[in-house]
């Protein structure tokens, strides 16, 4: 078929959705000679014509490119789709295509996400309204149909009209984004660059890409901390800032915020921590909106920094879950209006260390049954999407859930949770798709890995995942996870998925089921 420009049209009138045509000819008569008008009108009365459905009025509906979850590239020119489908190396809708106009690798639309799971290296046209979480849209010439606002506002260069089901339709204006970032608790390394080093807080916060020039054995003696792990050399290469323009980007960003934010701040080099408020301003510069505070480090300035880091971060005009004065505060949830998305986030701690919420008693939403089911109750009525995030990966230092996670996953699935952003394990680890009663998709992240945090000792501390969801009104429709490395323990940078970033995304694709 003839394609022109990039503009791929459809036949004009009714199709069917088999690819084929109704049958116009005209049918053989049985009534006998025809009468005079009036014995037509005195004789016995004629048949009644048999209704016909109203066609289908003609849409126009974007073709997203799509290939695997699993596959590692994220984006493709527009020059490179023609160019596959005049090869034919790209699968395509049958019912966009006249009769007889298909080409050879054409399948029905509804049959091409089974076969991008099956196939994840494939590429696809699909249309935007088919797209699901277990496939992946790519950004074409920086047009995203399910990215962010700038992303969605670009022209798309891949379109059909025809009388198409209305489940194919889409309108990128409708979408909205929510990025989750790794675990924070810039302390010990983080702050050890911006105050000792002299480097400051907005160079912490400036990362762009970097590129890894070794991964090695770390070095250090059997019996001390990273003997048996790898460790990766890198260095920057360039788009300063583009770390926190991605995260900016999203239409409403959370974060999990692990510890005590306090006037009388220290750098630390142990375990006990303290972080400069300074750091708020640039979160909140940044893009951060929420923040969960359900974490076990909250208490290592006392109850008076506990609480007094609850004012900063009401100060900085973040949201917060997951802790507060007393265990009403601490399970309430903290709601988002994304352009009329509402978000309703809350958290729970499970990992050792910070004081329990209970009524009149400040404190952390600890991890039980009742605690969970209270507050997704109470985000259920607050918000359209429930995102629970849990700090649950403990023991540390893993990548597959636990029997124990699993309970809790379902536990929180069962109360109402839409999806699970989990933290803890310090490793970027397993994901998880299921598919409710309701037909929609859960996602649940066991944990996205360190973000501002300073372990430098094996290959999975230093790197981490950015985790992008996109959704259609309160459906999920995208996920999609961002590599990054840490340099000097302190700035998170981008790496490329199909290169660097692989080893990161391949670890997590290991251990997880991308299926439902």
Partial sequence: MRRPGRVLLALLGLMLVACGSADTSPTPSTAGPPRSAPEAATGTPLPTATPQPTPEPEIEVPLAVVTGFTNLRTEITADEVETARERGSIVEACEVFPQGGAPAACMPAAEVADHLVANPGQLALLPAGLVEPRIKALTVDRANLFGSADQRERPWPFTARGAFPAAWTHDPAEIRTLMSVGESCPDRGVAHQAITQGRGWEWVFGGGRARYTAIYPNPVPAGHVGNGFNIVDAVPSGDEGAVWRIIGSADVTVEDFECPVVDDWTVNEGVVFSIDPRVLGHMKRGGTDVVTLAANHLFDRGEAGF????????????????????????????????????????????????????????????????????????ARDAGDVVVCMPQWGYPEYRVEFTAEEVALQQLMLDAGCDHILGHGTHWASQIDFTRGEDGRIHLTVLSHGNFLFGQEWSQQTQEGMLVELAFRGAELVQVRLHPYIMLEQAQANLTDPQTDGSHLLNRVFAASDESY
Avoid: C, K, Y
């Fill in 307 to 378: 609480l007094q880091t609850l004012e900063h971060f009401d100060t900085a005009g973040i949201l917060r879950t997951g802790a507060g004065a007393d265990l009403d505060e601490a399970l309430s949830p903290a709601v988002f209006d994304a352009g009329g998305l509402r978000f309703a986030v809350v958290g729970w701690n499970l990992v050792p260390g910070s004081v329990a919420a209970e009524p009149g008693v400040p404190g952390v939403a600890w991890m039980t049954e009742e605690n969970i089911r209270g507050a997704v109750a109470r």
